[in-house]
T-cell receptor, first 111, second 115 residues
Framework: GNSVTQMEGPVTLSEEAFLTINCTYT??????LFWYVQYPGEGLQLLLK?????DKGSNKGFEATYRKETTSFHLEKGSVQVSDSAVYFC??????????FGAGTRLAVHP | NAGVTQTPKFRVLKTGQSMTLLCAQD?????MYWYRQDPGMGLRLIHY???????AKGEVPDGYNVSRLKKQNFLLGLESAAPSQTSVYFC??????????????FGPGTRLTVL
Protein backbone atom coordinates (compact mmCIF):
# COMPACT_ATOMS: atom_id res chain seq x y z
CA GLY A 1 0.00 0.00 0.00
CA ASN A 2 0.89 3.66 -0.15
CA SER A 3 2.97 5.09 2.66
CA VAL A 4 5.13 8.07 3.60
CA THR A 5 8.25 8.05 5.77
CA GLN A 6 9.72 11.20 7.27
CA MET A 7 12.86 11.78 9.26
CA GLU A 8 12.25 11.77 12.97
CA GLY A 9 12.48 14.98 14.91
CA PRO A 10 12.83 17.17 16.62
CA VAL A 11 15.13 19.15 14.39
CA THR A 12 16.75 22.02 16.28
CA LEU A 13 18.50 24.78 14.32
CA SER A 14 19.85 28.24 14.87
CA GLU A 15 18.33 31.12 12.95
CA GLU A 16 19.68 31.44 9.37
CA ALA A 17 20.78 27.79 9.26
CA PHE A 18 20.01 25.52 6.28
CA LEU A 19 17.10 23.13 6.68
CA THR A 20 16.48 19.73 5.16
CA ILE A 21 13.65 17.43 6.20
CA ASN A 22 13.73 14.10 4.42
CA CYS A 23 10.62 12.46 3.03
CA THR A 24 10.35 9.24 1.02
CA TYR A 25 7.26 7.53 -0.25
CA THR A 26 5.95 4.20 -1.47
CA UNK A 27 3.14 4.35 -3.97
CA UNK A 28 1.58 2.84 -7.04
CA UNK A 29 2.16 5.21 -9.90
CA UNK A 30 3.13 8.85 -9.40
CA UNK A 31 0.78 10.54 -6.97
CA UNK A 32 0.81 14.25 -6.15
CA LEU A 33 3.00 15.07 -3.15
CA PHE A 34 2.52 17.73 -0.51
CA TRP A 35 4.16 19.43 2.43
CA TYR A 36 1.81 20.73 5.10
CA VAL A 37 2.83 22.86 8.09
CA GLN A 38 1.19 23.00 11.51
CA TYR A 39 1.96 25.98 13.73
CA PRO A 40 1.39 25.59 17.48
CA GLY A 41 -2.28 25.31 18.36
CA GLU A 42 -3.45 25.48 14.76
CA GLY A 43 -4.65 23.20 11.99
CA LEU A 44 -2.59 22.18 8.97
CA GLN A 45 -1.82 24.58 6.14
CA LEU A 46 -0.62 23.64 2.70
CA LEU A 47 3.01 24.75 2.29
CA LEU A 48 3.78 23.47 -1.19
CA LYS A 49 2.97 20.71 -3.62
CA UNK A 50 4.20 18.92 -6.74
CA UNK A 51 1.95 17.02 -9.09
CA UNK A 52 4.40 15.14 -11.30
CA UNK A 53 7.97 13.87 -11.44
CA UNK A 54 10.71 16.55 -11.52
CA ASP A 55 8.25 19.26 -10.48
CA LYS A 56 9.57 21.68 -7.86
CA GLY A 57 7.13 23.12 -5.38
CA SER A 58 8.07 26.33 -3.60
CA ASN A 59 6.55 28.76 -1.12
CA LYS A 60 7.82 31.14 1.58
CA GLY A 61 11.44 30.22 0.81
CA PHE A 62 10.79 26.48 1.14
CA GLU A 63 11.37 24.13 -1.79
CA ALA A 64 10.86 20.45 -2.54
CA THR A 65 11.51 18.49 -5.75
CA TYR A 66 9.55 15.40 -6.77
CA ARG A 67 12.22 12.73 -7.44
CA LYS A 68 10.75 9.54 -8.87
CA GLU A 69 14.18 7.85 -9.12
CA THR A 70 14.67 8.03 -5.36
CA THR A 71 10.93 8.23 -4.48
CA SER A 72 11.70 11.32 -2.42
CA PHE A 73 10.28 14.78 -1.76
CA HIS A 74 12.73 16.42 0.65
CA LEU A 75 11.88 19.82 2.10
CA GLU A 76 14.62 22.49 2.08
CA LYS A 77 15.05 26.09 3.10
CA GLY A 78 18.23 28.08 2.79
CA SER A 79 17.86 30.26 5.89
CA VAL A 80 15.33 29.43 8.59
CA GLN A 81 13.70 31.94 10.91
CA VAL A 82 12.29 31.57 14.41
CA SER A 83 8.83 31.93 12.87
CA ASP A 84 9.41 28.69 10.91
CA SER A 85 9.19 26.69 14.15
CA ALA A 86 6.35 24.24 13.54
CA VAL A 87 5.56 20.63 12.70
CA TYR A 88 5.99 19.69 9.03
CA PHE A 89 4.09 16.85 7.39
CA CYS A 90 4.85 15.17 4.10
CA UNK A 91 1.84 13.58 2.38
CA UNK A 92 0.82 11.86 -0.81
CA UNK A 93 -2.54 12.01 -2.54
CA UNK A 94 -4.65 8.90 -2.92
CA UNK A 95 -8.04 8.29 -4.48
CA UNK A 96 -10.86 10.74 -3.64
CA UNK A 97 -8.17 13.23 -2.63
CA UNK A 98 -7.43 11.23 0.51
CA UNK A 99 -4.09 12.21 2.04
CA UNK A 100 -1.61 9.72 3.45
CA PHE A 101 0.64 11.49 5.93
CA GLY A 102 4.05 10.89 7.33
CA ALA A 103 4.47 11.04 11.11
CA GLY A 104 5.52 14.68 11.07
CA THR A 105 8.80 16.39 11.92
CA ARG A 106 8.98 19.06 14.60
CA LEU A 107 11.31 21.97 13.82
CA ALA A 108 12.54 24.31 16.53
CA VAL A 109 14.53 27.39 15.46
CA HIS A 110 16.41 29.35 18.09
CA PRO A 111 17.64 32.97 17.81
CA ASN B 1 -15.00 33.33 4.28
CA ALA B 2 -14.55 31.43 7.51
CA GLY B 3 -13.07 28.40 5.70
CA VAL B 4 -13.37 25.22 7.78
CA THR B 5 -14.67 25.58 11.33
CA GLN B 6 -14.95 22.97 14.08
CA THR B 7 -16.94 22.88 17.28
CA PRO B 8 -16.17 22.40 20.08
CA LYS B 9 -12.49 23.31 20.44
CA PHE B 10 -11.99 21.26 23.60
CA ARG B 11 -13.96 18.55 25.34
CA VAL B 12 -13.45 16.17 28.23
CA LEU B 13 -15.59 13.02 28.36
CA LYS B 14 -15.91 10.12 30.71
CA THR B 15 -15.62 6.59 29.37
CA GLY B 16 -18.93 5.51 27.85
CA GLN B 17 -20.27 8.99 27.18
CA SER B 18 -21.27 10.07 23.71
CA MET B 19 -20.66 13.25 21.76
CA THR B 20 -20.79 14.77 18.29
CA LEU B 21 -18.13 16.91 16.67
CA LEU B 22 -19.34 19.38 14.08
CA CYS B 23 -17.41 20.47 11.00
CA ALA B 24 -18.65 23.23 8.71
CA GLN B 25 -17.16 24.65 5.51
CA ASP B 26 -18.23 27.60 3.41
CA UNK B 27 -16.15 26.91 0.30
CA UNK B 28 -18.76 24.75 -1.46
CA UNK B 29 -16.38 21.75 -1.36
CA UNK B 30 -17.78 18.38 -2.35
CA UNK B 31 -15.31 16.29 -0.35
CA MET B 32 -14.94 16.32 3.44
CA TYR B 33 -12.74 14.32 5.81
CA TRP B 34 -12.22 13.53 9.48
CA TYR B 35 -8.70 12.77 10.76
CA ARG B 36 -7.25 12.07 14.16
CA GLN B 37 -3.77 13.18 15.17
CA ASP B 38 -1.78 11.24 17.72
CA PRO B 39 1.83 11.82 18.80
CA GLY B 40 4.35 10.22 16.46
CA MET B 41 1.68 8.93 14.08
CA GLY B 42 0.80 11.88 11.91
CA LEU B 43 -2.82 12.20 10.84
CA ARG B 44 -4.93 9.15 10.15
CA LEU B 45 -8.17 9.20 8.18
CA ILE B 46 -11.28 8.14 10.13
CA HIS B 47 -14.10 8.66 7.61
CA TYR B 48 -14.67 10.75 4.54
CA UNK B 49 -17.48 11.91 2.29
CA UNK B 50 -17.51 12.64 -1.43
CA UNK B 51 -20.85 14.42 -1.42
CA UNK B 52 -24.03 15.17 0.45
CA UNK B 53 -25.60 11.97 1.75
CA UNK B 54 -22.47 9.84 1.22
CA UNK B 55 -19.89 8.54 3.69
CA ALA B 56 -17.05 6.02 3.54
CA LYS B 57 -14.59 4.43 5.96
CA GLY B 58 -11.00 5.52 6.19
CA GLU B 59 -8.02 3.92 7.87
CA VAL B 60 -9.30 3.93 11.48
CA PRO B 61 -13.13 4.00 11.47
CA ASP B 62 -13.91 1.73 14.43
CA GLY B 63 -15.80 3.45 17.26
CA TYR B 64 -16.89 6.39 15.11
CA ASN B 65 -19.90 7.23 12.96
CA VAL B 66 -20.41 10.10 10.56
CA SER B 67 -23.19 11.85 8.71
CA ARG B 68 -23.30 14.37 5.84
CA LEU B 69 -26.89 15.53 5.66
CA LYS B 70 -25.93 18.91 4.23
CA LYS B 71 -23.10 19.64 1.81
CA GLN B 72 -21.49 22.17 4.14
CA ASN B 73 -21.54 20.03 7.30
CA PHE B 74 -19.82 16.79 8.31
CA LEU B 75 -20.54 15.34 11.74
CA LEU B 76 -18.36 12.87 13.62
CA GLY B 77 -20.02 10.89 16.41
CA LEU B 78 -18.61 8.86 19.26
CA GLU B 79 -21.37 6.61 20.64
CA SER B 80 -19.44 5.25 23.62
CA ALA B 81 -16.15 7.05 24.19
CA ALA B 82 -13.04 5.12 25.19
CA PRO B 83 -9.68 6.41 26.50
CA SER B 84 -8.09 5.23 23.22
CA GLN B 85 -10.10 7.95 21.47
CA THR B 86 -8.23 10.68 23.32
CA SER B 87 -6.75 12.64 20.42
CA VAL B 88 -6.89 15.83 18.41
CA TYR B 89 -9.50 15.63 15.65
CA PHE B 90 -9.20 17.57 12.42
CA CYS B 91 -11.77 18.12 9.76
CA UNK B 92 -10.81 19.00 6.19
CA UNK B 93 -12.53 19.70 2.90
CA UNK B 94 -11.57 19.86 -0.77
CA UNK B 95 -12.80 19.98 -4.33
CA UNK B 96 -12.79 16.69 -6.28
CA UNK B 97 -9.52 15.42 -7.70
CA UNK B 98 -10.32 16.52 -11.25
CA UNK B 99 -10.18 20.17 -10.27
CA UNK B 100 -6.92 22.11 -10.61
CA UNK B 101 -6.95 23.32 -7.01
CA UNK B 102 -7.82 20.19 -5.10
CA UNK B 103 -5.78 20.52 -1.94
CA UNK B 104 -7.40 19.95 1.42
CA UNK B 105 -8.22 22.83 3.75
CA PHE B 106 -8.11 22.03 7.45
CA GLY B 107 -10.06 23.23 10.45
CA PRO B 108 -8.36 24.32 13.70
CA GLY B 109 -8.97 21.00 15.46
CA THR B 110 -10.85 19.65 18.47
CA ARG B 111 -8.86 18.37 21.44
CA LEU B 112 -10.76 15.49 23.05
CA THR B 113 -9.80 13.81 26.30
CA VAL B 114 -11.58 10.66 27.46
CA LEU B 115 -11.07 9.81 31.12
Amino acid sequence: GNSVTQMEGPVTLSEEAFLTINCTYTATGYPSLFWYVQYPGEGLQLLLKATKADDKGSNKGFEATYRKETTSFHLEKGSVQVSDSAVYFCALLGGYNKLIFGAGTRLAVHP
Amino acid sequence: NAGVTQTPKFRVLKTGQSMTLLCAQDMNHEYMYWYRQDPGMGLRLIHYSVGEGTTAKGEVPDGYNVSRLKKQNFLLGLESAAPSQTSVYFCASSYPEDREYNEQFFGPGTRLTVL
